[in-house]
DNA sequence: ATGATAACTTAGCACCCGTAACTATTAGTT
DNA sequence: AACTAATAGTTACGGGTGCTAAGTTATCAT
């Protein structure tokens, strides 16, 4: 029973989500410099600080090519800076530049200003409501494993 | 005030869709033949009933290239057909094929048999709050512009 | 018939994402 | 020390998503 349950909400997520992303995205192509919703997240993460290429990828939930790339395209942009660290040779510190910074800031106020516009007229229960279903699903994808799990799923956990 | 808050939830928003999406998006790749979101959106959508090129992309909200593209890629998969209707020969309408009904049926059940694996584990209230945020996430965005780039939208609007 | 408009398609561009294969560097064995 | 793993990244390649701009064909208005 919990389990028909669970089908429905899958189904809705599988129904919702990828809606709520075009719009996401256009929001932030719309708001300039199109950073594509990827680049956007890897500026927010790497402002708190510096990380290296292996964590972001796990982090971003992306495989470590993909992350290498999305690197190239923002280091091209004078976003990011790859660097050496002195231990580990075989290691790539990536770090926002100024310009990364800026644009984050630029893009971050444009994409949550129109977003804001949507959001605004929700009556309160309806915000709640809103960032509660946002708690939860950040509980649930931010530590997924995300990668394709065999036939039987018995709970890969072998990260 | 309000608008404080609605930025804080823009920002949840921008942070927590794009790993949603990923994470939905590796699920769709791994539960076999790997019909991306859009693919699977459009395969859900058609199989209440056959639409015409255009209502598809306003749908989905996407560009008539994009729409055509993708239904181009599904034709080829042999997934739906495209035909041409009586009256204005002009437009084309496109329905599934039973290839098509029966990939949607597949890649479903996958689909939401794993998610429901992550969303099983929630107690009741948690996922109380998982679908009235997704509710509020379907009223927001469900009739979106997402188009939005230029400044006064017009709403076309005459459907 | 002529011009505008509507519904699509094609072409070109930028980006995300993945797998496979390859380079360097470091760690572990013998 | 010499050889073999194992790590961290990069490159090459294929497929998908989106967009705009520039056609095509069909319909409508005058």
Redesign the interface.
């Known amino acids: 029973m919990?389990?028909g349950?669970?089908?429905d909400?899958?189904?809705?997520?599988?129904?919702?989500?990828?809606?709520?992303?075009?719009?996401?995205a256009?929001?932030l192509?719309?708001a300039g410099e199109m950073p594509a919703?990827?680049h956007?997240?890897l500026l927010?993460v790497l402002s708190v600080r510096p990380r290296m290429l292996s964590d972001l990828a796990s982090l971003?939930?992306?495989s470590l090519p993909t992350m290498s790339n999305s690197i190239s395209a923002m280091v091209e942009r004078g976003w990011v800076r790859r660097e050496a660290p002195d231990g580990d040779r075989r290691v790539v510190m990536i770090d926002v530049t100024p310009t990364g910074r800026a644009a984050l800031e630029r893009v971050?106020r444009a994409?949550?200003?129109?977003?804001?516009d949507?959001?605004?007229p929700?009556d309160l229960p309806?915000?709640r409501?809103?960032?509660?279903?946002?708690?939860?699903?950040?509980?649930?994808?931010?530590a997924?494993p995300?990668?394709?799990?065999r036939k039987g799923?018995r709970t890969p956990a072998k990260r």
């Open positions: 919990t389990r349950q669970a089908r909400t899958a189904r809705e997520i599988l129904e919702i989500i990828p809606l709520v992303m075009r719009t996401v256009a929001e192509r719309a919703p990827a956007f997240g927010s971003q939930g992306v971050s994409a949550e200003a129109h977003l804001a949507v959001i605004a929700l309806a915000r409501r809103l960032t509660g279903g946002l708690g939860v699903l950040r509980k649930i994808f931010a997924a995300a990668s394709g799990s799923h």
